[in-house]
Structures are given as C-alpha cells and as structure tokens.
C-alpha cells in the first residue's frame, strides 16, 4: 500500500460502528483497533466527537492506513475542511492524520477518552 497514509479515528468512523470506516472505504486497513492517541482529549461539541490536544489524556480509537481515494471518502464524510479540520501529529514513529473541530462548543467532556465506551454507556443510561 505505497503512497498511503495513517489515519487515526476515533469517533463515528471507528470500525465497530455504523457505517463506520469500512462504510465510507474500500481499501482500508486497520492497523490497530485499539490505539491510544496520547496527548489528546475526547469529547463532544454539537452532537459529534472531537478530540483536541490535553496534556496528560489520551483517547482511544483505531489507526487505519488509507489511500488516496478512501482518504477523499473520508474528507468528505467528515465534511473536511468546512466542518472537521485534518492535520499531521507525529507519534513516536508514525505521522498520523487525524480530524478535528476548530472551533468547538464543549458539551460533554469523555473523560475515558473512547467513544465506543461513552456511547454504550448512554444507552444504558436512557434504559
């Protein structure tokens, strides 16, 4: 897969979800579905997912490597770069894309830093 790049998700696009990344891609691969993203924080402005950098937190998400033509499915889908913004962080060893608010309007914090968890949760809750 030359020419791809790593793609960190955390919200909506993560693959256990619906439609998840798979629904937006044809070729993805997820390298790790369990990533810890450090440095970040989780949580969510107008309805959607959104991570910003926190010193001291981390989230959780899957690290998926993409092609150009998934990452233009993605772009789009997360309506980049009028709604979501993307930039490069570099890891340890890996440069990772990720997707982000500019802007956002905080509504809840997701202190354990995964959306699955956070979503499931609500679920119950509403029970």
Do not use: A, Q, R, W
């Given at each position: 897969m030359d020419g791809n790049k790593y793609m960190f998700v955390y919200g909506t696009l993560r693959p256990e979800t619906s439609p998840g990344?798979?629904?937006?891609?044809?070729?993805?691969?997820?390298?790790?579905?369990?990533?810890?993203?450090?440095?970040?924080?989780?949580?969510?402005?107008?309805?959607?997912?959104?991570?910003?950098?926190?010193?001291?937190?981390?989230?959780?998400?899957a690290l998926c490597l993409v092609d150009i033509n998934d990452e233009i499915a993605l772009d789009r889908y997360e309506g980049y770069p009028n709604f979501y913004e993307k930039r490069d962080i570099k890891t340890d060893d890996k440069e990772i894309a990720i997707y982000f608010q500019p802007k956002p309007k905080i509504t809840t914090i997701i202190e354990s830093g995964d959306f699955i968890k956070w979503v499931n949760k609500q679920r119950l809750l509403m029970k």
């Open positions: 990344i798979h629904g937006m891609t044809h070729n993805v691969k997820i390298v790790n579905p369990n990533f810890k993203l450090e440095g970040f924080c989780l949580y969510m402005s107008h309805d959607y997912p959104t991570i910003s950098e926190h010193k001291g937190s981390s989230v959780i998400g």
